[in-house]
C-alpha cells in the first residue's frame, strides 16, 4: 500500500521521539522615466509578482495552526481540510503537551485569528486591486504602487502576528519539549526543501518552504 503523506509524518514523529529518548541533550519603485510601451510591461509584470506574494502570504497565514517558522498558522476554523487539524492533533501528541498547555495553546489561536483575520479581509481586497490593474489595458503605475506598498505593509504586519504567536507558543513548552518542536521544524523543512527542489512527479517545485508543516 502506497504510504500517504499522513503516515510518513507519524512515521517521522515517532523516529524523532525514539532519537530523542535515547540521545543525550546537547517597494521597490517605477521607472517614471520608461517609455509607455516598456513601462506598461513592467507594470503587468509587478502586478503579477505582487499578486503572487500576496496569495502566498494570505495562504501562508490562512493554514490551520500547523507550526511553520512561526508556529501558528492559527487561523483554522470551518472550511479548512480536516488534515491539517490531525496534523496539529499529532504534534500535539509528539509533544507530550499537557492538558494545561492544550488549553492556552487554544487560547492563543484564539487570540491570533481574531488579530489576523481582518488582515486577511485587507489582503483579499488589495489581490482584487491588483488583478484588476493588471488586466487593465493601460495599468495606472501610482495606483499600483500604492497596492504594493499597502500590500507589503500587510505582510509585514501579518508575520509580526505570526512571530507573537511562534514566541508564545514556545513559552508554553518545557526545555524537553522544546527541543523536540526543534527537531520537529528541522525535519519538515529539510521534507519541504526537498519538495521545493523536485516537484510533485519531478517538475521543478515552488521552492523550499521554511519550518514545521507550513
Known sequence: MKETEEMKETKEMKEMRQTHDT????????????????RGGAVRRAALAAAGLLAVAAIAVAAPPRGSARFGDGASGEGFPRHAERRVERLAEFLELSDSQLTSWESLRSQHRDAVQPLLEQMRTHRESLRSLMESDSPDATALGEEMLAGRELREDLETAQQDLESGFRALLTAEQLERYEAFREARGDRREQRGRSGPRGRRGRGPGAGVGA
Do not use: F
Open 23 to 38: 540521545t543525550p541533550n546537547p517597494g521597490n519603485h517605477l521607472d517614471q522615466a520608461a517609455s509607455p510601451i516598456s
